[in-house]
């Protein structure tokens, strides 16, 4: 693993299924970050993580749970998936150090709910 | 409420100057950062402004203006692998970044 790696890359889901996204980094950065991003919008924080053991809602939450066992893993869990959920997810992870710190990206998971 | 503005799109001709603009109204201030993301890829980092003034990066340079909550980024030579969205965030109190939807920026021969 270099950097960070989000699966599964896409995924076509029924309404009402629950589903994980996975994210991991070898990095060791201590925050971690879940995005949606939908057509005309900017990139939306769904949750956070700023050190592992801690987590926190962002602006779009709902429907949405996260958790942070260990510093690598950031998995987003949709509970019961709904249409307008269908998006492209982007887990990202930054030092957390510092303003300057950078945000690297995963290469993004392309989701449908029908 | 936080904000961050952008043009939806421009087009520039290869080997020209573009200027792509954004304006911010956010809570708190902790820097400005520049970021490019080609269709289907995800967003890589350019650059990165807290002070005031122009940051120089090769064919890319970025400015900041924090009394007028306004930032550029100024894309010079302009080659067909520019051909992307540019996306402005702010790094606000909480230290959260706060995204622009992105300009899209198109390149024609």
């Known amino acids: 693993i270099a950097g960070i790696t989000q699966a599964p890359t896409s995924q076509i889901l029924a309404a009402g299924r629950r589903m994980t996204l996975r994210c991991t980094q070898d990095?060791?950065?201590?925050?971690m970050y879940w995005y949606r991003q939908d057509l005309g919008l900017g990139l939306r924080l769904i949750h956070y993580s700023n050190t592992a053991g801690t987590t926190g809602k962002g602006e779009v939450p709902d429907g949405y749970s996260v958790s942070r066992a260990n510093t690598d893993d950031f998995p987003l869990t949709l509970a019961s998936a709904v249409p307008s959920q269908t998006s492209v997810y982007f887990c990202?992870?930054?030092?957390?150090?510092?303003?300057?710190?950078?945000?690297?990206f995963g290469q993004g998971t392309r989701l449908t709910v029908v | 409420g936080q904000n961050i503005d952008q043009p939806t799109e421009m087009t520039a001709t290869e080997g020209a100057i573009v200027q792509i603009n954004c304006t911010y109204q956010?809570?708190?201030?902790?820097?400005l950062f520049w970021y490019q993301q080609h269709a289907g890829e995800a967003p890589t980092f350019l650059s990165y402004?807290?002070l005031d003034g122009l940051e120089e990066k090769g064919r890319f340079s970025s400015f900041l203006s924090r009394s007028k909550g306004y930032s550029y980024l100024l894309l010079k030579e302009l080659q067909m692998k520019d051909s992307a969205s540019y996306l402005c965030a702010v790094r606000d109190s909480n230290y959260q970044l706060i995204w622009g939807a992105g300009t899209k920026l198109i390149i024609k021969p």
């Open positions: 402004n807290v």
């Open positions: 956010t809570s708190g201030f902790n820097g």
């Open positions: 990095m060791r950065h201590n925050a």
């Open positions: 990202a992870s930054a030092t957390g150090e510092g303003n300057s710190a950078e945000a690297f």
